[in-house]
């Protein structure tokens, strides 16, 4: 059984940095795909960062370009989402996802395992 636990959410200022864990328990990801995704109520799930491997090509939103950054340590089985310069649009239940599958993992469809989700408040 696989599973990925996130932590480090929370309620924070406008400007305010927050750094995201995500653990994975089953299996190693290290030459797989794992990305961070985020969700407002019922609107659709969208992609903020992904990484093919853990030495791999990086993706980023558009929203979050410049602002976070995506990171992973094989010796953790573990995904990090560094997040400065928090604005209030970037309040969200944040995911971690991991692929079996290959490549920078752009698309909701290519993982296959999730976590439980972080909260991220933006008080402004």
């Known amino acids: 059984q696989v599973y990925l636990v996130e932590s480090g959410g929370g309620l924070v200022q406008v400007g305010d940095s927050l750094r995201l864990s995500c653990a994975a328990e089953?299996?190693?990801?290290?030459?797989?795909?794992m990305a961070w995704f985020r969700q407002v109520g019922e609107k659709e799930r969208e992609l903020v960062a992904s990484?093919?491997?853990?030495?791999?090509?990086?993706y980023y939103g558009d929203a979050v370009k410049g602002r976070f950054t995506i990171s992973r340590d094989d010796a953790k089985n573990a995904v990090f989402l560094q997040m400065n310069s928090l604005k209030p649009e970037d309040t969200a239940r944040y995911y971690c996802a991991a692929s079996n599958g290959y490549g920078l993992g752009t698309q909701r469809r290519e993982y296959d395992y999730w976590g439980q989700g972080t909260q991220v408040t933006v008080s402004s």
């Open positions: 990484q093919s491997w853990s030495e791999g090509s990086i």
């Open positions: 089953g299996r190693t990801f290290s030459r797989h795909p």
